[in-house]
Structure formats: C-alpha cells, structure tokens
Nanobody
Framework: QVQLVESGGGLVQAGGSLRLSCAAS????????MGWFRQAPGKEREFVAA????????YYADSVKGRFTISRDNAKNTVYLQMNSLKPEDTAVYYC??????????????????WGQGTQVTVSS
C-alpha cells in the first residue's frame, strides 16, 4: 500500500507559478512510476505529466508541455510538479498517482494503483 499526500495548491494570477508536491509513504518509492492528473469542474480527469522510477524519463500532455515540469526526489519520497506561465484553463483539482511498474511511463489513469486526495489550483485571469 502506498499513501500519497499532495500539497502546494492555491490561487494564483495568470502568468504566475506554483509548485505542487506529492509525498509518498508505505512502500519503496523508487519502485514506482508517478503521474500527475487534473480534473476541472464538469470535466473528466485528464493526464498532465508522468515520470518513470528515476525521473530520467518524463512525458507531458500537449497542453502543458514547455510550461510544466515533473521531477522527483527519491531520497525524500516526493514527486513535484512545477507549473509556470499558468493559464485560467489550468484551474482544476490536481492529483498525483503511483503505479508499481516503475520502469515505464504511464499516461492512462486506469494504469495507476494509488491516488492522492487532490489539491486545488485556481488561476485567475
């Protein structure tokens, strides 16, 4: 079992930045690939970014490529999502997720085994 706790959400103006953190506990963090997803009101949950076990391979949704960066610190059991040049359309609840097949990148939500509770990000225009 892996427990995930997100933090770092909040209210920011368009063009601003936020860094989300997701702290993991319960199992060997470096065994897991990690992902960030988001869900806006009235919309389905969508993929944002993924990292393999080491952080050496990453993948992004087209909508955030060049603005968001996923990274991880396995010594701290934490994955991060640095979000720059934020837009109002980035407003959503952001979730981190973990899956045991750490070597690969995973972009479908149904591939993930563990989820955090989510953190709200609101971008004002």
């Amino acid at each position: 079992q892996v427990q995930l706790v997100e933090s770092g959400g909040g209210l920011v103006q368009a063009g601003g930045s936020l860094r989300l953190s997701c702290a993991a506990s319960g199992r060997t963090f470096s065994n897991y690939a990690m992902g960030w997803f988001r869900q806006a009101p009235g919309k389905e949950r969508e993929f944002v970014a993924a990292s393999n076990w080491s952080g050496g391979s990453t993948y992004y949704a087209d909508s955030v490529k060049g603005r968001f960066t996923i990274s991880r610190d396995n010594a701290k059991n934490t994955v991060y999502l640095q979000m720059n040049s934020l837009k109002p359309e980035d407003t959503a609840v952001y979730y981190c997720a973990a899956v045991g097949m750490g070597y690969y990148l995973h972009i479908r939500s149904d591939e993930y085994d563990y989820w955090g509770q989510g953190t709200q990000v609101t971008v004002s225009s």
